[in-house]
C-alpha cells in the first residue's frame, strides 16, 4: 500500500496518511517497503507473521466477506442523508 491509496481510503490528505504509516512503522505494525523494480513506488506492508495473528483472531467471529472500500464508501466517513 502507498500513502496516495492510504489517503484515498480513508479521505485524508498524503501528508496525513504518510504521518499514519509511520506511526504504525513505529509501533513495528506494518513494514516500509523500498521498490526494487522499475516503475514501482515504495510503499508499505503489512508482515506475514501479523497477518496469521489477525486471521486467528477474526476467523472465530466468521466476518462475512468485505465489501469494496473506497472513497466513497470508506468506513470511516458519515453515511449519506437518504
Known sequence: MTP??????LDVRVA?????LEQLVDASLIEE?????????S?????????AAVRQ???PWDVPQARPVG????????????
Do not use: I, K, M, N
Request: net charge negative; aromatic share 4%.
Open 4 to 9: 496516495a491509496v492510504v489517503a484515498d481510503l
Open 16 to 20: 496525513a496518511a504518510e504521518t499514519l
Open 33 to 41: 517497503q523500498t521498490s526494487t523494480r522499475e516503475g514501482h513506488e
Open 43 to 51: 510503499g508499505y506492508r503489512v508482515p506475514a507473521l501479523f497477518q
Open 57 to 59: 483472531l477474526v476467523e
Open 71 to 82: 472513497p466513497s464508501t470508506s468506513p470511516l466517513r458519515e453515511p449519506a442523508d437518504v
